[in-house]
């Protein structure tokens, strides 16, 4: 059979045919290759192999982060499901929610038809991989670790939704503007400094975390970069010890934490002495998404500030 | 029926006979107190931040107000070493005290469903109580929600347990086990429909530790707790006779629902309060009484007071390690007190054992 119609196909190219005939053989063709198209095929960050016959039209996206990148890769129309506390951008808040990241309904997500399901590895655990591999649909595990990941995501999504030219737009974006900044700030002088993420436990953040990246392109020198977990709680004597110049408080909502001004009771500490307790609200620096780029800009400018006093 | 002094000398008989096996109490109170120092010394002493001993002494006596050294010594140090003692203390004391009551060796003072019942209140206040999460004497209103929320539990448990033939402490025991589930489910329902941030906050005063310890703190832990430290040994001979049974104990002139009944009570108070400032530190409860009764024997006499003070040794001793092990890292003190007592415990258990 392919042969046969492979020689026809050679047959009509080789001899002078009517300008009509060519037309329609060619209409044949472009319909035949869009229904036999290359699938598209993309690795996921669990270096899986996700392939779609033709790009997602059903998305449901199972973290706050990934619900964004959707988004950002311009496919946000696509999606069909999310999960609580999917807040941004605001058109998100108004799509079907299966549950929270941390237990979400599978049947809610099956009744939703999706055609992909985005996951988050650390967040939605695996359990629910094996079962939904299962059930046929195809779905992409999301587990980014560095600013690098986020653009790897958006472009990734891209690509399954068809929107590649967008996203990889905006990745190239996130890129470019970051790189602006790491090349204006990355090497001035370096400003130590405190990343609090809650006051009671004292909690921070060690080197490995995506947020001392963003310090670090800012030229920010976090003190306990050194610690042994992620996200340690660490003793307020050693705080004291380290003396940083800055303390970047992150709190959990949009106004600054009211315990960033308890380091007042502790004059001696130069962040304090100088005036120098700032405050990025967290969904900008801990959030994997684009909006990185508005905490880092943030961020760089409150350090600039502080080498200018 | 046995008089009072008869039930007096059927006492005495009892703990004479029992007396030649353990180390005199006299000595064992006389070295815990010295062991209290010690510890109270070490926690003060030892910290992220190594302070010469010359300057520590110099700050312990005042001389120098404003240097860093004092500061971090009588400002996060010393609130912190006694608030760790006197939650250790309540909970060692209340520990012996379930374990007697119930005349049961596994119970320990979060069996009377206080604990959950604080986890709940403090849950509730988190959701409920909106952002403005003002502070009252140092206590937000979350560490208020969870002693209520405690108090509520144990006054159900007890009333439960309760008719009109006294207190069953059977009844009370499983009524504990029920009430701990139910406010266990109902915490997650909370934490089902908190927004994200208040199941940070949740999950942050879960995880709880004495690192917020603060004077106005331990000043709260003191005036509820010395009090009921001072207040249980007196029901000691009561505990004793009713190791026999509750009848028993009935026989022997004790007037048995009214003492279960300021048990519970003080036990409640020690146990909301501790959970309140510190947050939930298992393992103390249970095994230090434990560890106690095989050095003293099960005399609650000598076992009360030998409990609490255990209690207040071993605390702040696991929460230095805690501070030190992995400095500026630290780890959960829970984890250290299970680490350091469950060795100890099996060492002397086998050492029991031996003794026959």
């Known amino acids: 059979m392919y042969t046969r119609r492979q020689r026809h196909s050679w047959s009509a190219l080789a001899s002078p045919a009517p300008l009509p005939l060519v037309l329609c053989a060619l209409l044949v063709f472009a319909a035949v290759s869009r229904a036999f198209a290359e699938p598209i095929m993309v690795r996921d960050f669990l270096n899986r192999q996700v392939s779609l016959a033709e790009p997602a039209r059903r998305v449901v996206a199972l973290a706050p982060h990934i619900v964004e990148n959707v988004f950002s890769a311009g496919a946000g129309q696509a999606l069909v499901g999310v999960v609580s506390f999917s807040n941004f951008p605001a058109e998100a808040q108004q799509l079907p929610v299966v549950g929270s990241y941390k237990a979400f309904s599978l049947e809610t997500i099956l009744s939703l038809r999706p055609d992909l399901i985005i996951m988050w590895a650390s967040g939605n655990g695996l359990k629910a991989l094996s079962k939904l591999e299962s059930l046929g649909v195809p779905v992409y595990v999301d587990e980014p670790a560095t600013l690098d990941d986020v653009a790897r995501s958006i472009g990734d999504i891209g690509r399954l939704t068809g929107t590649e030219k967008t996203a990889l737009r905006q990745a190239e974006r996130f890129h470019s503007e970051l790189a602006a900044l790491r090349a204006r700030y990355e090497l001035q002088t370096p400003v130590e400094l405190f990343y609090q993420i809650w006051h009671e436990p004292l909690q921070t953040i060690n080197g490995a975390h995506i947020i001392n990246d963003v310090i670090e392109l800012c030229g920010g020198q976090n003190v306990f970069a050194d610690a042994l977990v992620l996200a340690p709680k660490v003793n307020i004597e050693s705080v004291l010890q380290r003396d940083p110049q800055v303390i970047i408080a992150s709190g959990m909502s949009k106004a600054r934490p009211e315990w960033l001004d308890q380091w007042h009771r502790w004059p001696t500490l130069r962040a304090v002495r100088d005036g120098h307790l700032f405050f990025v609200p967290p969904d900008l620096l801990q959030r994997h998404t684009l909006r990185l780029l508005q905490g880092a800009q943030r961020l760089c400018g409150q350090l600039a500030s502080v080498r200018n006093d | ?356």
């Open chain 2, 1 to 356: 029926m046995l008089s009072r002094p008869e039930s007096k000398l059927v006492e005495v008989l009892i703990i004479r006979h029992q007396a030649a096996h353990y180390v005199a109490a006299n000595k064992v109170f006389w070295s815990q107190l010295l062991l209290l120092l010690l510890a109270l010394l070490l926690a003060v002493s030892l910290g992220a931040i190594n302070i010469p001993l010359a300057e520590l002494s110099r700050a312990v006596v005042g001389a120098e107000q404003a240097s860093q050294s004092s500061l971090i010594i009588t400002h996060i140090r010393l609130p912190r070493a006694l608030l760790a003692a006197l939650v250790g203390a309540l909970l060692g004391i209340s520990g012996a005290v379930t374990q007697g009551l119930f005349r049961n060796a596994l119970a320990d003072p979060s069996l009377i469903g206080v604990t959950a019942g604080a986890v709940l209140g403090a849950s509730l206040a988190i959701v409920f109580a909106g952002t403005g999460l003002s502070l009252v004497m140092g206590l937000s209103v979350v560490s208020i929600g969870a002693f209520l929320g405690g108090a509520a539990a144990v006054i159900l448990v007890y009333r439960l347990a309760t008719d009109a033939h006294g207190t069953s402490v059977t009844t009370m025991l499983l009524a504990g086990i029920a009430i701990t589930a139910l406010a266990g489910s109902f915490g997650s329902f909370m934490e089902f429909i908190a927004d994200n941030e208040m199941l940070r906050r949740i999950s942050y005063w879960k995880m709880g530790g004495l690192d917020g310890a603060s004077y106005p703190r331990v000043a709260i832990a003191g005036a509820i707790g010395l009090p009921v430290v001072l207040l249980l040994p007196r029901y000691a001979v009561a505990l004793n006779s009713m190791l026999l049974g509750e009848s028993e104990a009935r026989h022997l002139g004790i007037a048995v629902n009214r003492v279960k009944r300021m048990l519970v009570l003080l036990v409640a108070a020690a146990v909301g309060v501790s959970v309140a400032l510190a947050g939930t530190i298992s393992f103390i409860g249970l095994i230090v009484p434990h560890i106690m009764r095989l050095i003293i024997g099960p005399d609650h006499r000598v076992l009360l007071p030998a409990s609490a003070l255990a209690g207040a040794i071993f605390l702040p001793l696991a929460d230095t390690l805690a501070r030190v092990v992995i400095a500026p890292t630290e780890v959960p003190v829970g984890m250290v007190t299970a680490v350091l007592g469950a060795p100890f415990f099996l060492f002397l258990l086998r050492q029991g054992r031996q003794r026959g």
